[in-house]
């Protein structure tokens, strides 16, 4: 099997532009961490104060990083490295199609294309074949699993470490179904 990408993103609001991007790729056949980053990007505006105290992203952060442009390039210098399958898993539908949107790409440019795997869908799905509560962000549905949710809710890469975790749970109830 490809290795995967597992990628979040954290916004600035209200104008939604990008100021944190994070991703983790995992050799899925050997349960390996070959890629962990955390690019602060410079949305060139001022932190919201609230997004500020959910992220714990501060303004001197983002104000010295690099541009959505720039942390793209070196994004696709991981993924040249480490060839995981084309499209990203997510929690949620969202970024990977912002990511390519605030970008002004088109699907040919875009190193992921047009499509992600979606892991809260795939939750859906399990919750609503086994008669379970289907509604929750990240953490609530980690906690229903009794997984434990590791680090700071909504820093990306925490975000997408747990996102890596929950899929790999569910990859697992989906076996043992079988």
């Known amino acids: 099997m490809k290795p995967l990408l597992f990628l979040d993103l954290e916004m600035n609001q209200p104008s939604g532009k990008i100021i944190q991007i994070g991703y983790v790729i995992i050799d899925m056949d050997v349960d390996q961490t070959l890629c962990s980053k955390r690019i602060y990007v410079n ?8 997004i500020e105290t959910l992220t714990g992203i501060s303004q001197a952060q983002v104000d010295s990083a690099p541009t959505l442009e720039q942390a793209y390039i070196e994004l696709v210098a991981d993924v040249v490295q480490h ?58 549905v980690m906690s229903r699993f009794k997984l434990g949710f590791i680090g700071r809710a909504h820093d990306a890469l925490t975000d997408a470490t747990n996102t890596y975790r929950l899929y790999k749970h569910l990859l697992t109830l989906f076996k043992k179904a079988l």
Do not use: H
Request: one cysteine or more; glycine letters at 10%.
């Open 83 to 140: 060839k995981p399958f084309i499209n990203p898993v997510t929690w949620g539908g969202g970024d990977s199609a912002e990511l390519r949107k605030q970008l002004c790409m088109d699907d040919e440019r875009f190193v992921f294309g047009r499509r992600w795997i979606d892991a809260k869908t795939i939750y859906v799905a399990y919750a609503l074949a086994n008669n379970l509560p289907y509604a929750g962000g990240l953490f609530k």
């Open 43 to 50: 949305p060139n505006e001022k932190l919201n104060p609230t």
